[in-house]
């Protein structure tokens, strides 16, 4: 059986339930390929031997019964990470509250020049880390962010950066468009948060809140 969902109550505590339904999916993920790692097994290792006989050298009940919750867990994360982008989007973005079906996508396509005229800068870039996702994107020190995604200068309230941080967390190696102001020049980059890249966090930079 997958995770239920929780229902949800305002969107504040509804969204904030989801991230630690994710990270419970996330936690039983690691424990089920532990499992594998422990046989020396992956997804896809044949369970026969050369003659056709299952193999006598490893748990073969244990790896079946992980596989098939791993793939369910990968169903259910899925899901997850959907809601977790809507409700964000309900807590942090007012005028897509009352339609959570726009997506991350769609909202992405809203004119340079349009948002330009109308955004503000919320926060400025301190310092970005060689080769990082950030560095990749084109980012640079001192550039200020109006808009990240679908973060805009009203998705925020007091002095924290947190909405951008749920944003990255729910996007790993999911494009988002960053919209920035260096120099007097609005520019627009393509942002893709990932692990893995040799250092920390998703994106490899530090970014700080800005008070226009």
Same mark, same amino acid.
Not at 18 to 41: G, H, T, V, Y
Not at 93 to 122: I, M, N, R
Not at 143 to 156: H, M, N, P, Q, T
């Given at each position: 059986?997958?995770?239920?969902?929780?229902?949800?109550?305002?969107?504040?505590?509804?969204?904030?339930?989801?991230?630690?339904?994710?990270?419970?999916?996330?936690?039983?993920?690691?424990?089920?390929?532990?499992?594998?790692?422990?046989?020396?097994?992956?997804?896809?290792?044949?369970?026969?031997?050369?003659?056709?006989?299952?193999? +006598?050298?490893?748990?073969?009940?244990?790896?079946?019964?992980?596989?098939?919750?791993?793939?369910?867990?990968?169903?259910?994360?899925?899901?997850?990470?959907?809601?977790?982008?809507?409700?964000?989007?309900?807590?942090?973005?007012?005028?897509?509250?009352?339609?959570?079906?726009?997506?991350?996508?769609? +909202?992405?396509?809203?004119?340079?020049?349009?948002? +330009?005229?109308?955004?503000?800068?919320?926060?400025?870039?301190?310092?970005?880390?060689?080769?990082?996702?950030?560095?990749?994107?084109?980012?640079?020190?001192?550039?200020?962010?109006?808009?990240?995604?679908?973060?805009?200068?009203?998705?925020?309230?007091?002095?924290?950066?947190?909405?951008? +941080?749920?944003?990255?967390?729910?996007?790993?190696? /999911?494009?988002?468009?960053?919209?920035?102001?260096?120099?007097?020049?609005?520019?627009?980059?393509?942002?893709?948060?990932?692990?893995?890249?040799?250092? /920390?966090?998703?994106?490899?930079?530090?970014?700080?809140?800005?008070?226009?």
């Amino acid at each position: 059986m997958g995770f239920m969902l929780p229902s949800p109550t305002n969107p504040r505590e509804h969204a904030r339930a989801l991230m630690s339904q994710k990270e419970s999916i996330e936690a039983e993920l690691d424990a089920q390929f532990s499992i594998l790692k422990a046989n020396n097994i992956d997804m896809t290792t044949p369970l026969v031997d050369r003659e056709g006989f299952p193999r +006598a050298d490893v748990d073969l009940y244990a790896i079946r019964h992980a596989r098939r919750r791993i793939n369910e867990l990968r169903n259910d994360y899925k899901a997850v990470m959907n809601e977790i982008e809507t409700a964000l989007q309900a807590v942090y973005d007012p005028l897509t509250g009352s339609s959570p079906a726009v997506s991350e996508e769609v +909202a992405q396509h809203t004119s340079l020049t349009d948002s +330009a005229e109308s955004l503000l800068a919320f926060a400025r870039v301190d310092g970005v880390a060689p080769s990082s996702p950030a560095a990749e994107a084109g980012l640079r020190r001192e550039d200020l962010i109006l808009k990240f995604g679908s973060l805009a200068r009203s998705s925020f309230t007091a002095n924290s950066l947190q909405p951008l +941080a749920d944003l990255v967390s729910v996007n790993e190696n /999911r494009e988002l468009q960053v919209i920035i102001l260096r120099s007097e020049e609005t520019m627009s980059l393509k942002l893709i948060p990932r692990k893995g890249w040799g250092g /920390r966090g998703m994106l490899g930079c530090h970014i700080v809140p800005h008070e226009s």
